[in-house]
C-alpha cells in the first residue's frame, strides 16, 4: 500500500495519544510531523511544508485555538481538524469562527479522523511560494526605486539600465509561468 503524499501535522499534549496518532497516520501518509503544544507546532510550520494540522484544543503553554488565531494573524491557510474531549460550545463556536474542516470529539475514531484529512484537498506542491513572490517584488521594488533616484541624480548609465529593465523583466515573466502553472 503506497502512502499518500500528504504532511500531516499532530500536536496533542498527552504523549500515549500522540504516539498512537503518529504511528498509526504514518501508515497512511508519507510525513507526519508531532508537536506537543502550539509553541512547538509554529516551529514546525514555519520551518516544514505541512498540508494539514490535527491539533487538540486544551494544552498547556499554547492552546489549539491561540494557535488558530497565530496561523489567522500571520495569513497562514493549512486546513485544522481540531480534537476535544471536552464538549464545550464556546470552543466549538470558536473552532467554526476560525473555519476549521472538522471538530472531532475524543475519543478519536481513527477511521473519522483519516476520512477527514483524506477529504482535504491538498494544497498544490508546485504552488507559488508566497515568500518567493514578495522576495522577488521586494527586490524588483528596491532595483526600479534605485534606477528612478538615478535618473534623477543624473547618475544613469543606458547601458545598465537596459540591463536592470532585463532583469526585472525575466523576473516578472519567471514569476507570471510559476504563477500561471501553479493555477494549472
Known sequence: MSKKEISVLCIEDDNPTRESLVR??????????????????????????????????????MDG??????????????????LSAYDNTDYLHKAIDFKVEKFLNKPIDINTLINSIDSIEPKNKNSIDTKEVKKVVSDMSYKVLEMKLQKDLGYMDMNKLYEDIDTIDTNLKTLVKNFSSSKQ
Open 65 to 82: 485555538i491561540a494557535l488558530l488565531e497565530y496561523l489567522k494573524e500571520k495569513k497562514i491557510t493549512i486546513p485544522v481538524i481540531i
Open 24 to 61: 498509526t497516520l504514518s501508515y497512511k501518509y508519507e510525513k507526519i510531523y508531532a508537536s506537543s503544544n502550539g509553541h512547538e507546532a509554529i516551529d514546525i510550520i514555519e520551518n516544514s511544508d505541512v498540508d494539514v494540522i490535527v491539533t487538540d484544543i486544551r494544552m498547556p503553554k
